[in-house]
């Protein structure tokens, strides 16, 4: 019986013991839960480095945006059948000379010195009738039976196209003596010559200050043609080479400056090409049979020989 009476001294040592062994397992049952909870916050689900191919996403789109949102003004000109398109940069390559380049048939745009495939597509359009290249805009010209509004995305989608991917819009290869594609000259027909007299400097200083930059601004640009006996030869391109006030433009605007600067000139006229002069003398013949047509009342001919907009090339 002694032996199974505990002492005084082991049962404190045992209510000693007891809370000892009650609170741990309140600690390991926290610690559990703890490390049951810290899967769920810390998996490596969760944290998956996604932000690294989400910025590659977001990268690829701005860039094709970039290049689809470039601004092409456009500008309407004297001329209902031309629209001038301001690209905001730089058109023909600085290492051509001329300021301006003119295709006014599918031929043009293949032949040397300046093939140029841009316009060649710009002319395969429907209703599109020529192309001009000035030093930083585009004019195109239609004809009048094909509204702008069947024309315009087109044109505007080209023209974005190539100024957007570097294309080349110009090529230059070789041409041959006397071989001329495109309506432009190899040296700017308005630059000083020192072999020019003195009238002659004039005229080419009056042209370039105060004619080119309106007409250029109407989508065209101006050719010095020579000066014979007092008549100052002239040939008007791109927007104003079809309007209908060119005629106005060289006799109540430019030759009356003219003649108030310098006493020399007496006049201006327009040198027409050799395919323009057959057009017109088709035209004065059809003008002539509608007014037999009509009888003696009719209105005269306002084409052709004798007439205003006629100049001996």
């Excluded at 093939?115 to 004809?143: C, E, H, R």
């Excluded at 003219?258 to 020399?264: F, K, R, S, W």
Aim: proline share 7%; charged share 20%.
């Amino acid at each position: 019986m002694a032996s199974n009476v505990l002492t005084r001294s082991a049962v404190r040592s045992l209510s000693c013991a007891a809370p000892s062994l009650r609170w741990t397992a309140p600690r390991i049952a926290t610690r559990c839960l703890h490390q049951q909870s810290s899967p769920i916050t810390a998996s490596r689900l969760q944290h998956r480095p996604t932000a690294q191919p989400w910025i590659q996403r977001v990268a690829v789109p701005s860039t094709a945006i970039a290049r689809r949102t470039m601004f092409i003004q456009t500008e309407p000109t004297p001329n209902a059948d031309a629209l001038k398109f301001n690209p905001n940069q730089r058109v023909l390559p600085e290492s051509i000379s001329s300021p301006f380049l003119e295709y006014l048939n599918p031929r043009s745009t293949l032949a040397p010195p300046h093939p140029s495939p841009l316009a060649a597509q710009l002319l395969n359009i429907d209703g599109v009738t020529s192309v001009f290249f000035g030093l930083d805009y585009i004019t195109v010209t239609k004809d009048s039976g094909t509204p702008w509004s069947h024309v315009k995305p087109e044109v505007f989608a080209l023209i974005n196209e190539y100024m957007t991917s570097g294309q080349p819009i110009i090529n230059t290869i070789a041409a041959k003596a006397g071989e001329q594609g495109q309506g432009g000259q190899e040296a700017d027909s308005l630059a000083y010559d020192e072999n020019d007299d003195e009238v002659i400097g004039m005229i080419k200083e009056l042209l370039e200050t105060r004619v080119r930059p309106a007409i250029q601004e109407d989508g065209g640009d101006i050719e010095f043609r020579g000066f014979t006996d007092g008549q100052v030869l002239l040939k008007l391109r791109g927007a104003c080479r079809t309007c209908d006030s060119s005629t106005v433009t060289l006799k109540t605007g430019i030759e009356q400056m003219l003649m108030h600067y310098i006493e020399e000139v007496k006049g201006v006229q327009q040198v027409l090409d050799q395919e323009e002069e057959i057009a017109l003398k088709e035209f004065a013949k059809f003008e002539e049979k509608l007014r037999l047509q009509k009888g003696p009342n009719a209105a005269k001919a306002t084409v052709g020989k004798g007439s205003l907009d006629y100049a001996q090339g």
